[in-house]
């Protein structure tokens, strides 16, 4: 049975958060409250841990519908990427998948390339 | 995107900021003031590009002062937007607790001694360094996706105040 699958979905205020597939994670709205880490840290956390249990190749986490998220939600994005980056022995691909049209998600996902470039992968959407 | 077709762009500085607001330092009025602050320069300006970018100055700034305000009687905050017509300034003031003040004129000599791109993701490192510190990538954002430079200026009563400003 995937563990993936099986994590639990926090509601949240402005964001909606489902798991679409065993290996895919889709957020949409917005992430702008006061301490983000509060409802997605350990959501984060628990789909990194799930993947690594599953031994997935790749997972992907759609962000394309994340029309604004504050600094404190990139440094979520950070702590994931880094997980994976300092995994040793099996570790999978993280690929973001973004929007162009979204102006946060091509700065953003370009800095966090650049910091974590061998586990992450970043894939444009419209 | 093109530009409205009734901008309001100046032609030169007036006597007064373009927008200017004042009010207690709370969390729940940033999203508000945020999506003002797009809808303003998107329709005065015209362009997309610029209503995202200052959405990130706004946020950030204002997650700031509300973060750091004192919690006295007159610590509300000010914002203000002004442009000549070619460059656009954001300008917030707020009244931060003495303990904060050292430490952000530190963070804004930092990142200024590297240009905005390599400033944000040396931010990156240190975050993902130093997982259990806080995440201190705001300032280097709002250089760096927002196009602006940043400046304090330290005023009387303890104040401070934040100015960000860019080419239209």
Redesign the interface.
Known sequence: MSQFTAVQVPKAETVVISLTAPNQVKLSGTITQKDPAHDLAGLFKALHTAAMADKLAEVRADVSGLTFVNSSAIRLFVDWATWVKNERGHRYTLRFVTSRNVTWQKTSFMALMSLAKEVLAIEHVT | MERAENSHIPKKPGPYPLVFMRFRPA?AY??GI?EFGRFFCQTTFGTQ?LA??A??VI??TL?NAV?YSSNSADSELELSIESDGANIEFSISSRPDASHLSSLREELIGIQTLDPEQA??AA??R??NE?EAS?R??LA?IR??GGVELSMKEESGGRIRITATGKL
């Open positions: 969390w940033i999203d945020r590009e995202d970018r959405c990130v946020q950030e997650e973060k944000y993701l990156f490192v975050a993902s997982p995440a990538l705001g954002r760096y996706e």
